[in-house]
């Protein structure tokens, strides 16, 4: 039952018709008897300092960001959390007491779903494809996890800036590659782990793919991202080909995981908000097709 003493959460995103924070979030606040309602809105480019003004004046606690807010709202804010100043995005906000703060918790929840796979990327050879919003959260934790990086991206150029910048604040080595047939298999015969942060494989297109199938092997780890759909043909084929494979579900839900925690203080419902994550997915899947 909503009353006066609801408290409300919100995420931000244009398009935002398919959100799926909200079907989560709410799931998880119920099943804790929290009386806690997430609604979703859908904020203009040029509205965003409006909306974030607006979350104060209307004591709004707690907003998830998402394309393509997730580096602009940051002048709006009135703190950072560390990791979302190092990565320079923010996807969590939380509102205390009229003081906003930005988190990062995509970066954290890529660690997590890699981690609770019973993989530890310290020291590994990592291949990442793409270096758009997601790959810098992707690379930076993976680089201060002391991972050796290589990132290929179709734009040789974004690969630089991203290892350059963000990265380079880590003091560490990072290799820029254009995404080609020749330095990925290179850089994939050295390879522990290959992640896929780029666009390749989504739905509609989810006959593509980033890697063609003979430069998988069977030692190699592979993390797509992508989130729709679960299964990606990039993962298929690394199945295939005897690989271990890890699903963007899975960073999807350790993401909200983590900033369930931020707003609520509580530890998160894990089992229950993967349940609804896939949910959601098997609906937006179907909705796609
Ligand atoms: N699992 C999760 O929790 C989670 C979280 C965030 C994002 N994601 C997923 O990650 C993916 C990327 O999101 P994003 O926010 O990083 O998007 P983005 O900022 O738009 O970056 C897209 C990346 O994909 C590359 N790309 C796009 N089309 C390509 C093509 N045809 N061939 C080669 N490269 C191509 C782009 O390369 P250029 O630089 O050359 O354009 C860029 O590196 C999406 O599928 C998104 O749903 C998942």
Redesign the pocket.
Known sequence: MISGRTRIFGVISDPVEHVMAPAINNAAFRKLGLDFLQVPFRVKKEELGKAIEGMRALNIRGINVT?PHKVAVIPFLDELDPLARRIGAVNTIANDGGVLTGYNT?AP?FLQALLGKGIEPKGGNVVIL??????RAVSFILAERGSNVVIL???LE?AKELADGVLGALRKEITALK?DRENLARALREAHILVN????G?SPNINET?VSADLLKSDLVVFD???NPIKTRLLREAEAAGAQTIK?LD??VW?GVTAFEIWTGLKAPFELMKEEVIKALEVASLRSQ
């Open positions: 394309i995509d929840g793409g270096a758009g919003g997601a790959s991206n179709r734009t974004r995404l942060t780029t666009s390749v989504m980033p991202i992508v989130i963007g960073m999807l993401q």
